[in-house]
């Protein structure tokens, strides 16, 4: 039927069926059907509604193959005739093949001619292009990677490698060794930065031997001076024990006023000078890390009773009378340590608190029980005096070794500003700090704190035993002291071997004879006789003859 416009004509043309179906020549489209191929071996055909074969690369035409099955006995010709449009797969083994394998089967009709078009394919021969082109992308991607390693590896070479390396002879030069160069291998920037790298490294060689150079000078120096510094102070700690003893000996003696002033100059100098030593000794001593500490029991009542009370400013006689505040059954009395470097401690601030004191000398020792447990206990010291206070500024400073608040030529006080620093570091040595709090004018308080082990002791410190401590080391005025007369016939024969056994300079039986003389209870004019083994061996025995003299006995 055709529409023919300019005259609004339809003219349609009709034909039976039957005769249409006439007119259409199998044979000419035949061949092209048959020409089509689908993969390695489908192909398509066509058949009628009742399942004879039109066309067919294989079966002759008129082949009626409704009734065909699969190997699994499934009628799919039937089935195709029923559906006339769609697909279905089903299993297939062509009798030149071992094998069943599926095939797919898409057809569709065509009413006018009762056909049904059907193209027939194996399934894994119409994936086989899906592969293919999996193939070649997985080809692809393989040469991609092995061209991306390739790259890799040529950058590893050229930019990482370097850089590895570079990090390497820097981590070389962290621990000290700069010796380590980087060879330059092209002109790039790595080559150029690698080049910086090995002059930078070369300037740093040269400043660090220079450097290793000075610090060894300076070492050799500072070791010059303090072996220096340690064979003065023993070199001068003879003679001034000597001169110490001879003034102690004399103001044993009976002499006269002017006498008397002269022996209390010399005693006063010599003690001060000899003091001076000692600080130069333990400073020299902390220097080269030689400051050891002892541990032994010790009582802290008898450690307070110990401390000097009596020191000399620039001829002057100083006389403190410490005041103790503590709390009863507060403090444990009972310590293991290092007695004498408290003892020392304690004496250098309370000499201080005497001798920045313009008025009489005052000073409160306190005492606290910061932290107690059976293996530890914190005591905090501290030592209020009334004396010219420090300014804050100066709180770090006079810690430092040869520092002084005071620094003027023309300043009012001995010390050459060594004793706080060596306080400091028998501090710390103890396990604790020390620090100042004062003001100009209103006197200053030192606080420090030491970490002691207790003994197995319920005793804690009090006044009682304070006051018997104190009152036997430091006596009253113008009390005698005197030995029972067994006392005396007992020392005699011991004080006579010391005094033989240090002429023949044998250390073993000087040493047995002094710790047997320790056991008496010594009076105050004769405690010289507990420092014997700080004096050479001739010199000790002229004191011990001069002892034995006080006592009546003689040596010949």
């Not at 083994?533 to 003689?554: P, R, W």
Request: with cysteine; glycine share 6%.
């Amino acid at each position: 039927m055709v529409y023919f416009e300019p005259w609004d004509w339809i003219i349609p043309a009709s034909s039976y069926q039957e005769e249409f179906r006439e007119l259409v020549r199998v044979d000419d489209f035949k061949e092209s059907i048959l020409s089509i191929s689908l993969g390695k071996s489908g192909y398509p055909y066509v058949i009628d509604t009742k399942g004879n074969i039109v066309i067919h690369p294989k079966l002759a035409a008129g082949t009626n193959v409704y009734n065909s099955t699969d190997s699994e006995g499934r009628k799919f010709v039937q089935e195709i005739c029923e559906k006339k449009f769609g697909k279905i797969t089903y299993t297939w083994k062509n009798p030149d093949e071992r094998s069943h394998r599926e095939k797919q089967v898409v057809f569709s009709s065509i009413d006018d001619m009762d056909w049904i078009v059907i193209s027939s394919i194996y399934v894994d021969e119409s994936y086989a292009p899906i592969r293919n082109i999996s193939y070649i992308i997985g080809a692809t991607m393989a040469i991609t990677l092995v061209f991306i390693f390739a790259l890799t590896w040529w950058s590893s070479s050229a930019i990482i490698r370097p850089l590895k390396e570079l990090m390497l002879q820097f981590d070389s030069g962290a621990n000290g060794d700069f010796s380590g160069r980087v060879a330059i291998r092209s002109e790039d920037e790595i080559g150029r930065l690698a080049g910086y790298y090995n002059t930078f490294m070369l300037r740093l060689q040269e400043y660090n031997d220079q450097l290793v150079f000075a610090k060894n000078a300076a070492e050799g120096a500072n070791q010059a001076k303090s072996d220096f510094l340690m064979n003065m102070s023993h070199e001068l700690r003879t003679p001034l024990n000597g001169v110490v003893a001879a003034s102690e000996l004399i103001s044993m003696s009976e002499t006269d006023a002017e006498l008397k002033g002269i022996q209390d100059i010399i005693q006063s100098s010599s003690t001060s000078l000899l003091q001076t030593v000692e600080h130069i000794l333990d400073f020299t001593k902390s220097k080269d890390g030689e400051l050891e500490l002892s541990s032994e029991p010790f009582m802290l009542h008898e450690v307070l009773g110990k401390i000097n009370t009596s020191f000399f400013q620039k001829g002057s006689h100083l006389l403190l009378k410490p005041e103790f505040d503590f709390k009863p059954d507060d403090v444990p009395n009972a310590f293991i340590g290092d007695e004498g470097r408290l003892i020392e401690i304690l004496n250098h601030l309370l000499e201080n608190a005497a001798k920045f004191t313009q008025k009489t000398p005052e000073a409160t020792i306190g005492i606290k029980a910061l932290e107690k447990s059976p293996e530890n206990v914190v005591l905090e010291f501290s030592i209020t005096d009334s004396g010219i206070g420090i300014a804050r500024e100066h709180f770090e400073m006079i810690f430092e070794p040869f520092s002084q608040a005071d620094t003027s030529s023309t300043r009012q006080y001995d010390g050459v500003g060594i004793g706080l620093s060596i306080c400091k570091q028998f501090v710390e040595l103890m396990g604790g700090k020390i620090w100042v709090e004062s003001e100009p004018g209103k006197g200053s308080t030192f606080y420090l704190t030491l970490s002691l082990k207790p003994q197995k002791s319920d005793e804690y410190l009090s006044i009682q035993a304070l006051q018997e401590s104190t009152e036997n080391d430091f006596p009253a005025s113008g009390q005698k002291e005197t030995l029972i007369e067994a006392d005396i016939a007992a020392l005699a024969p011991v004080i006579k071997n010391l005094y033989e056994a240090l002429l023949e300079s044998e250390p073993q039986e000087i040493s047995t004879y002094l710790a047997e003389i320790k056991t008496y209870e010594i009076p105050k004019r004769l405690e010289l006789i507990n420092r014997i083994d700080d004096y050479e061996y001739d010199t000790a025995a002229v004191l011990v003859k001069e002892i034995a003299a006080e006592l009546g006995l003689l040596m010949e």
